[in-house]
T-cell receptor, first 116, second 112 residues
Framework: ETGVTQSPTHLIKTRGQQVTLRCSSQSGHNTVSWYQQALGQGPQFIFQYYREEENGRGNFPPRFSGLQFPNYSSELNVNALELDDSALYLC???????????????FGSGTQLSVL | KQEVTQIPAALSVPEGENLVLNCSFTDSAIYNLQWFRQDPGKGLTSLLLIQSSQREQTSGRLNASLDKSSGRSTLYIAASQPGDSATYLCAGFSSNTGKLIFGQGTTLQVKP
């Protein structure tokens, strides 16, 4: 157990819909990152939040957006879902500020999103 | 473009064998390297983290090494067991981009 929890565990949506995924980070961790993992691939960095502000973004379109709350929990929102958005979405937390180096990331179990 | 490559993509060995998983990276600014285990449909479990100032880390039957000059890391698993069957991912933290870059993983099957 990493102490990082994600909900829901599974989700089925149709193309064009919007989805919100949630993550509760490990106690005391103020940095949260989101990753997308397509089947058979390594996770791809979506974005990172530190103290409620976005701090780094990968190569994902603006319809992927996020929030981090004062208690450091986080949401990933995806608008106008496409079939290729079907993937495992992983949330990871760290107790160090971004860029300090030496971050050990703790991952949740992920949300499996299927877009039909 | 920073890339992380893992070889082989899949590996099947009999129980008890010692094995090595390879990871190579192109970004010389990799600050540290982390090895993860992933069971099917599950999240990632951190196995070992090697800081840029370190050359290796050990945990039980696992040993990971890091050679920044050659852009390589290896994960050594001693006396493999069927319970070791999983996908193993390496990921480098780039101080250039401030993000973790993953390889595609090596799927290991250890046969009883």
């Amino acid at each position: 157990e990493t102490g990082v929890t994600q909900s829901p565990t599974h989700l089925i949506k149709t193309r064009g819909q919007q989805v919100t995924l949630r993550c509760s980070s490990q106690s005391g961790h103020n940095t949260v990152s989101w990753y997308q993992q397509a089947l058979g691939q390594g996770p791809q960095f979506i974005f990172q939040y530190y103290r409620e502000e976005e701090n780094g973004r990968g190569n994902f379109p603006p319809r992927f957006s996020g929030l981090q709350f004062p208690n450091y929990s986080s949401e990933l929102n995806v608008n106008a879902l496409e079939l290729d958005d079907s993937a495992l979405y992983l949330c990871a937390s760290s107790g160090k500020a971004p860029g300090q180096g030496g971050e050990k990331l703790f991952f949740g179990s992920g949300t499996q999103l299927s877009v039909l | 473009k920073q890339e992380v490559t893992q070889i082989p993509a899949a590996l099947s060995v009999p129980e008890g064998e010692n094995l090595v998983l390879n990871c190579s990276f192109t970004d010389s600014a990799i600050y540290n390297l982390q090895w993860f285990r992933q069971d099917p449909g599950k999240g990632l479990t951190s196995l070992l983290l090697i800081q840029s100032s370190q050359r290796e880390q050990t945990s039980g039957r696992l040993n990971a090494s890091l050679d920044k000059s050659s852009g390589r890391s290896t994960l050594y698993i001693a006396a493999s067991q069927p319970g070791d069957s999983a996908t193993y991912l390496c990921a480098g933290f780039s101080s250039n981009t401030g993000k973790l870059i993953f390889g595609q993983g090596t799927t290991l099957q250890v046969k009883p």
